[in-house]
């Protein structure tokens, strides 16, 4: 399995940006796809996630992206998607994509930086 991010990059506050994911390999049993970050000196946390167990498909988002972030999928083209509105220079981070089973998978990252 093997996880692509793309989409980083630097931003002005107030403005957007869209992360993809690209999925390859085979995965049986999937519990949830989602987006983590870690800033420098924190530890990573969840950003948002869509189940894929249980209520499926119901999307879970960190309070600090509400209303702001949007998570999606692409089935047809095994992408996963977070859209960015309204960023603040919190939002600074490492992004990654993960998809959680009985083996986590993890994507190398992808950097957002927003300036003030």
């Known amino acids: 399995v093997r996880l692509v991010e793309s989409g980083g990059g630097l931003v002005q506050a107030g403005g957007s940006l869209r992360l993809s994911c690209a999925a390859s390999g085979v995965i049986l049993s999937i519990n949830s796809v989602g987006w983590y970050r870690q800033a420098p000196g924190k530890e990573r946390e969840l950003v948002a996630s869509i189940a894929q167990t249980g209520t499926f498909g119901r999307t879970m988002y960190a309070d600090s992206v509400k209303g702001r972030f949007t998570i999606s999928r692409d089935n047809a083209k095994n992408t996963l998607y977070l859209q960015m509105n309204s960023l603040k220079p919190e939002d600074t981070a490492i992004y990654y994509c993960?998809?959680?089973?009985?083996?986590?998978?993890w994507g190398q990252g992808t950097q957002v930086t927003v300036s003030a």
């Open positions: 993960a998809i959680t089973s009985e083996q986590n998978y």
